[in-house]
């Protein structure tokens, strides 16, 4: 088990929640959510003395990824996304980017499946595809840490829209009831906007489910 400190920063017009995620240890370091601000970003990691991994997106939302290549830029790393999120990425009306007046285009550098596991910060990162607010939606999951990294699917009391492109609200609650909420509940909820949560709280109190 790593011992990991989690540091969330709200970014961008929407006040989205980019995280860096840090070993204490090895100071390594993954960015979860680059929403905007590249520079601010990255003297936050020097200024921390932390070396960045690692780029991993929930989403394809331009809220999401905004600084997200010149992040890459700056820190030589690799992004990480779902295969399922490349249509989104790649368009700027399904990223959202030309609604925002700042069109743009772009891609991970690594896609990832449904289960698969991810060597990183010393431990392992479970990838969960939670399809319904955009189609390749990915939550991380730090098992031994007992985090979970939901953008905008899972939030405190609520759940991400559904009324994007390629969004799909019924795809959304299920996964969520069948991925994430059978997860351990002392599990901490980190989600795209707004406050933090735990799996436990979701199930007794989320009014999608309780």
Not at 1 to 6: F, G, Q, S, Y
Not at 26 to 35: L, N
Not at 83 to 96: A, F, I, M, Y
């Amino acid at each position: 088990m790593a011992e990991l400190e989690v540091k969330l920063y709200q970014l961008g017009d929407l006040g989205t929640n980019c995280y860096i995620v840090s070993n204490k240890e090895t100071k390594e370091a993954i960015v979860v959510d680059p929403a905007d601000n590249a520079d601010f970003i990255y003297r936050s990691l020097t200024d921390a003395g932390l070396a960045c991994v690692g780029i991993f997106l929930t989403h394809g939302h331009y809220d999401h990824i905004g600084a997200l290549d010149d992040l890459r830029k700056l820190t030589g790393v690799k992004a990480y996304a779902s295969e399922d999120e490349k249509q989104v990425l790649e368009s700027r009306t399904g990223n959202l980017s030309a609604v925002f007046g700042h069109p743009l285009e772009t891609s991970a550098d690594i896609y990832l499946q449904d289960g698969q596991e991810v060597a990183v910060l010393g431990t392992v990162v479970r990838c969960i595809s939670v399809p319904g607010h955009t189609i390749g939606g990915m939550c991380y999951y730090f098992a031994e840490e007992h985090l979970l990294f939901t953008g905008d699917t899972l939030f405190a009391s609520s759940v991400g829209r559904s009324d994007f492109p390629t969004g799909n609200e019924q795809d959304l609650l299920e996964a969520i009831e069948t991925k994430l909420l059978v997860l351990p509940e002392e599990t901490a909820v980190y989600p795209g906007h707004n406050g933090t949560s735990r799996i436990g709280r979701e199930r007794k109190f989320n009014p999608f489910f309780s």
